[in-house]
């Protein structure tokens, strides 16, 4: 069995999605070799190749996989997949978009958003916003997986790979690169948090969502917010959880004046323990939480942050 991870990586650091995709891919038996696309990205390589579980690093470094375009890398990898029975990445932003393009050009089935691998080519998938868990059975030559990260545990230990590079005659781009727009913070990455905290549209403004900043600040946590919240411009767009948003899983979830709309709860079940604290008993997300904070964010929020505030530096 043959396998080959597309590495995820941002700003010159290998993302942690990566880890948790050879995470997946352990369970198929082999070593994977890991793609590095991008400029100027030896240390990313360097990374990738400590990894357990790898058997060999392919480097891609040219200004036209920079900007991680699905043109260029689906591209790229229809010229390497030869000999691989496997092609896989995370279902974060650059595999979602490559996977499909590459399965297109190689006129094969991809499975999306795998959860669970069971053997050589059974695949569990969520259907239906995640109320459904659909088994794929997948028999073609080649297998086109995007793995959805937060479902499974990453890989540890030491390794040491051997970093070649990829051969890049002939790279034709079809799209340009003009700019790219980022959210700079520094709280974790939420696909992959062990605590969010989120908030909904409840909040009613921008400066009163910073009581969910300043909550996650002092726990140490990412920042998630629902579709509602985002679209009335309180939070930005990467902290939208959900089914049109980020899949979470961590150990804790507080949700702050989410009513639990099926289209949020789809970003998060795999949150280990939810706390939710509302005002409304019978919102959907308080009868699911494991523990419920019946009151008004307004007063209990802040009276939190501050308590554990205090807590944490006794
Ligand atoms: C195709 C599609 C895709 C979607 N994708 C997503 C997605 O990815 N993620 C997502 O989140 N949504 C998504 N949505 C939107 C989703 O359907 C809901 O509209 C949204 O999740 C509701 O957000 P909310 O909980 O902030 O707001 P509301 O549903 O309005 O809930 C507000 C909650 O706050 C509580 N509350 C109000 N005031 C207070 C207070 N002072 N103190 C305490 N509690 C208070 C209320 O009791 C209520 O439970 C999608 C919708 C569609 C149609």
Not at 234 to 242: E, R
């Amino acid at each position: 069995m043959s396998i080959l991870v597309l590495a995820d990586h941002d700003q010159g650091k290998l993302s942690p999605a990566t880890q948790r995709v050879l995470g997946a891919v352990a369970t198929l038996g082999d070593a994977a070799d890991v793609l590095v696309a991008g400029e100027n990205i030896g240390v990313v390589a360097e990374a990738a190749a400590k990894l357990p579980g790898v058997q060999k690093v392919s480097v891609a470094d040219n200004a036209a996989y920079a900007s991680q375009s699905a043109e260029a890398l689906a591209g790229l990898l229809s010229g390497l997949v030869d000999g691989y029975e496997y092609i896989v990445a995370s279902a974060g932003a650059v595999g979602r978009d490559v996977m499909p393009r590459l399965a297109a050009k190689l006129d094969v089935m991809p499975v999306t958003d795998v959860i669970a691998i069971h053997g050589a080519d059974r695949f569990d998938r969520p259907v239906y916003a995640g109320n459904a868990i659909e088994t794929v059975v997948n028999t073609q030559a080649k297998k086109l997986l995007t793995i959805r990260a937060s479902a499974f545990a990453p890989i540890k230990g030491d390794g040491q790979a051997p970093i070649e590079p990829v051969s890049l005659a002939d790279i034709k781009s079809v799209v340009e690169f003009i700019a790219e727009l980022r959210t700079e913070n520094d709280t974790p990455d939420l696909g992959t948090a062990q605590i969010v905290v989120g908030g909904g549209q409840s909040f009613a403004s921008a400066e009163n969502f910073k009581m969910v900043e300043k909550l996650a600040a002092v726990l140490g946590a990412a920042v998630g917010a629902t579709r509602a919240a985002v679209d009335a411009g309180y939070a930005p767009n990467d902290w939208q959880v959900g089914q049109t948003g980020k899949i979470i899983a961590p150990d804790l979830y507080i949700a702050i004046g989410i009513s639990g709309a099926l289209q949020h709860l789809a970003g998060i079940q795999g949150a280990k323990k939810i706390i939710a604290i509302n005002l409304d008993p019978e919102a959907p997300l308080v009868k699911l939480a494991d523990l419920a904070l019946i009151g008004d964010l307004f007063e209990v929020v802040p009276a939190l942050t501050a308590a554990l505030e205090q807590r944490l530096k006794a």
